[in-house]
């Protein structure tokens, strides 16, 4: 039993009365791949709200130990933990479409080569099940490898018709790219004609877009080397240097040493890590 279905035996009759204010991500719920219903995610928040609710103990305990004040700390552990709370409800709401958001863009990264792939084998003259069969035994394409399982999944475990199961995976797709695909996937198949060369157009479409893709990544990543020169590099040897002229002047201000040496040994790895996550996420090779 996992967390969602344990959540929803625990509390399925206010999930089942109040999940409809969750009703704004349950798109989002869908094509995040996520297993749960919209229902399950709710009675998820409300455990998780539960299990934290000794946190207003803990906060007004830690206060009182502090200021030695009874009330204020009570009132302290209401109000940081109404601010958990909030934190609670903001994180359950936003974090399907960022899970969408992250598979959408680990679908388009990787589409143009999927899409070649798929051109190459129809060239063979494999049927669709056999397409999606094949490339989800490839890892390499990441999020469109488990689209293509669910896709054979649903063709030679479900019984399901190859069309029906392109546009059932095209509707839970969070990829505008790869739904229109598989939809003009579904209607060649449909009208009987040429799938090669749909896809062959695609993947021409597809990598021509990639390309461009990688020029502006080019570009972008140049204004981050001058950016990352900059500040972190030409700034940490300026204040360093700074810092150094001060203490000389002043004849040693205290503390001098130990904050260079936090600038040397935090603030730079900081900025650094906060440059490659920019980075990372910009990248169109991501997958």
């Given at each position: 039993m996992n967390f969602g279905e344990f959540s929803y035996k625990l509390v399925h009759k206010i999930a089942r009365k109040y999940s409809h204010l969750f009703k704004d991500i349950a798109?989002?719920?869908?094509?995040?791949?996520?297993?749960?219903?919209?229902?399950?995610?709710?009675?998820?928040?409300?455990?998780?709200?539960?299990?934290?609710m000794p946190l207003i103990g803990i906060i007004a305990f830690l206060f009182y130990l502090l200021i030695n004040d009874l009330l204020i700390s009570i009132i302290a552990g209401v109000v940081f933990y109404s601010i958990i709370l909030v934190g609670i409800i903001a994180l359950y709401y936003v974090y399907p479409s960022q899970v969408a958001s992250s598979r959408r863009k680990k679908i388009d990264n990787a589409l143009h080569f999927a899409t070649i792939y798929m051109q190459t084998l129809a060239g063979t003259g494999a049927p669709p099940h056999i397409i999606f069969k094949i490339l989800g035994s490839f890892e390499e394409f990441s999020e469109i490898s488990e689209v293509s399982r669910k896709i054979n999944r649903d063709i030679e475990i479900f019984g399901m018709d190859p069309v029906e199961a392109i546009n059932r995976a095209a509707e839970r797709t969070p990829s505008n790219n790869l739904r229109e695909l598989l939809y003009?996937?579904?209607?060649?198949?449909?009208?009987?004609?040429?799938?090669?060369?749909y896809?062959?157009?695609?993947?021409?479409?597809?990598?021509?877009?990639?390309?461009?893709?990688?020029?502006?990544?080019?570009?972008?990543?140049?204004?981050?080397?001058?950016?990352?020169?900059?500040?972190?590099?030409?700034?940490?040897?300026?204040?360093?240097?700074?810092?150094?002229?001060?203490?000389?002047?002043?004849?040693?201000?205290l503390g001098i040493e130990q904050l260079q040496i936090l600038i040397v040994t935090v603030g730079l790895p900081i900025l650094s890590g906060i440059f490659i996550l920019l980075i990372k996420s910009v990248s169109p090779t991501e997958v």
């Open positions: 798109e989002d719920l869908q094509v995040s791949n996520m297993p749960y219903s919209i229902e399950e995610y709710f009675a998820m928040m409300i455990v998780t709200i539960i299990f934290s003009g996937m579904r209607s060649t198949i449909t009208s009987g004609g040429d799938l090669k060369r896809l062959e157009e695609k993947a021409n479409a597809f990598v021509n877009n990639f390309r461009r893709k990688l020029e502006e990544y080019t570009k972008v990543l140049a204004v981050f080397m001058e950016i990352y020169i900059t500040m972190v590099i030409v700034g940490s040897v300026l204040a360093l240097v700074l810092t150094t002229i001060m203490s000389l002047i002043s004849g040693g201000i």
